[in-house]
Nanobody, 114 residues
Framework: QLQLVESGGGLVQPGGSLRLSCRAS????????VMWHRQAPGKQRELVAS???????DYSDFVKGRFTISRDPAKPTVYLQMNNLKPDDSGVYYC????????WGQGTHVTVSS
């Protein structure tokens, strides 16, 4: 059964960096799109970045130039490198895939605060 496990969240000051990891239990994720979403308290969940089965990345406008999504197929893990973090980046970050079936991780908390 496919499972996704996020890690790497924490408390960081504005301008700082974090790297989130999304480790999959099955290598089939290497051939499918994986997305990172986030949800701040009181707000709707929003898409942050995605990487398709050919490792092509895509980013929401509010993270372009600051976040980088990548994949290590050997682990198999999808990373989200987050630089120049802002307080508005705070929230719970989830990884998600729709293939072979809709699967979400449990989330990892990111807090950007001085």
């Amino acid at each position: 059964q496919l499972q996704l496990v996020e890690s790497g969240g924490g408390l960081v000051q504005p301008g700082g960096s974090l790297r989130l990891s999304c480790r999959a239990s099955l290598t089939i994720v290497n051939f499918n799109a994986v997305m990172w979403h986030r949800q701040a308290p009181g707000k709707q969940r929003e898409l942050v970045a995605s990487i398709d089965g050919h490792d092509n990345p895509d980013y929401s406008d509010f993270v372009k130039g600051r976040f980088t999504i990548s994949r290590d197929p050997a682990k198999p893990t999808v990373y989200l490198q987050m630089n120049n973090l802002k307080p508005d980046d705070s929230g719970v970050y989830y990884c998600h895939t729709e293939n072979p079936y809709d699967t979400w991780g449990q989330g990892t908390h990111v807090t950007v605060s001085s």
